[in-house]
Antibody, heavy 121, light 110 residues
Framework: QVQLQESGPGLVKPSETLSLTCTVS????????WNWIRQPPGKALEWIGNIFHSGSTNYNPSLKSRVTISVDTSNNRFSLKLSSVTAADTAVYYC???????????????WGQGTLVTVSS | SYELTQPPSVSVSPGQTARITCSGD??????AFWYQQRPGQAPVMVISKDTERPSGIPERFSGSSSGTTVTLTISGVQAEDEADYYC?????????????FGGGTKLTVL
């Protein structure tokens, strides 16, 4: 059974960089698209971006200038960095395994439990 | 940027049929997927590729597609179906690949 677990600070100061890691167990990190998705309190889901096991990335155009996703295949984990955060970046952040075909479809097969990150001084 | 539009809320009585729509210009070209999210939990996919029901999802969940609108139908709604439902799809050109969610629909079982 594939499991994903997010980890990282729950509180980040405005203007700083949010950093999260997703550790994958029960399956190799190869072949699939590895995604970050967030959900502000009481609001809808928002896709942040993904990385293929090869290292190629795709980002939400609205966040692209502030987002970096990287993969560590040797430790079966991938990471998110979101720079220059503001209160609007306060959200539950999920990592998820994506199945799809580049430029065509993508769906989210397995999700982490989510971790709340609050941006506040 | 590309958007998927859902009604904010749908209410039905137990045993009735709930229909939740999702509209988007690229839906004729790209599959839609539906997720159920209960409070405090991660989403779970209930419909794949417009009409396919993943293993373990009850038969009362079904999906359909017509032009720029896809519909999630829950037949014989049960109290446990009360949740938020999100459609999700993609948009692409030669230079980008965007993944989008609808705004979500809160299903209330009266």
């Amino acid at each position: 059974q594939v499991q994903l677990q997010e980890s990282g600070p729950g509180l980040v100061k405005p203007s700083e960089t949010l950093s999260l890691t997703c550790t994958v167990s029960g399956g190799a990190i190869s072949t699939y698209f590895w995604n970050w998705i967030r959900q502000p309190p009481g609001k809808a889901l928002e896709w942040i971006g993904n990385i293929f096991h090869s290292g190629s990335t795709n980002y939400n155009p609205s966040l692209k200038s502030r987002v970096t996703i990287s993969v560590d295949t040797s430790n079966n984990r991938f990471s998110l960095k979101l720079s220059s955060v503001t209160a609007a970046d306060t959200a539950v952040y999920y990592c998820a395994r994506g199945v799809g075909d580049y430029g065509d479809y993508l769906y989210f097969q397995y999700w982490g439990q989510g971790t709340l990150v609050t941006v506040s001084s | 940027s590309y958007e998927l539009t859902q009604p904010p809320s749908v209410s039905v009585s137990p045993g009735q049929t709930a229909r939740i729509t999702c509209s988007g210009d690229a839906l004729p070209k790209h599959f839609a997927f539906w997720y159920q999210q209960r409070p405090g939990q991660a989403p779970v996919m209930v419909i794949s590729k417009d009409t396919e029901r993943p293993s373990g999802i009850p038969e009362r969940f079904s999906g359909s597609s017509s032009g720029t609108t896809v519909t999630l139908t829950i037949s014989g709604v049960q109290a446990e179906d009360e949740a938020d439902y999100y459609c999700q799809s993609t948009d692409s050109s030669g230079t980008y690949w965007d993944v989008v969610f609808g705004g979500g629909t809160k299903l209330t079982v009266l």
